[in-house]
Nanobody, 125 residues
């Protein structure tokens, strides 16, 4: 699966952004889709994931209640709605796809085999 993430930008704290990730490949609906982020000097960290079409979602504690992941299999796309953004949300955000990921591994960056190029999100105070 080839992925392209977009929708990042500069926003004030408390604001919202919606990230999109366009996927190619006819088996998109079979993949677990995830969002990760990486701030300068930090390791890439899990943000959210959604299992196959109509499946369950999973969130990092730091974004739970503020971010919402969704997918549209008809459009081969996955989205990350980010509300009430905080300065600590500043990072490059990556979408990722993984096939056959078990639930216990869904937050593990190594479980995902395909990655988009990343989109910068900057939250100012």
């Amino acid at each position: 699966v080839q992925l392209q993430a977009y929708g990042g930008g500069l926003v004030q704290a408390g604001g919202s952004l919606r990230l999109s990730c366009a996927a190619s490949g006819r088996t998109f609906s079979s993949y677990v889709m995830g969002w990760f982020r990486q701030a300068p000097g930090n390791e890439r960290e899990f943000v959210a994931a959604i299992r196959r079409s109509g499946g369950s979602t999973n969130y990092a504690d730091s974004v739970k209640g503020r971010f919402t992941i969704s997918r549209d299999s008809a459009k081969n796309a996955v989205y990350l709605q980010m509300d009430n953004l905080k300065t600590e949300d500043t990072a490059v955000y990556y979408c990722a796809a993984g096939y056959g990921i078990i639930l216990s591994m869904i937050r593990n960056v190594r479980a995902y085999g395909d990655w988009g190029q990343g989109t910068q999100v900057t939250v100012s105070s």
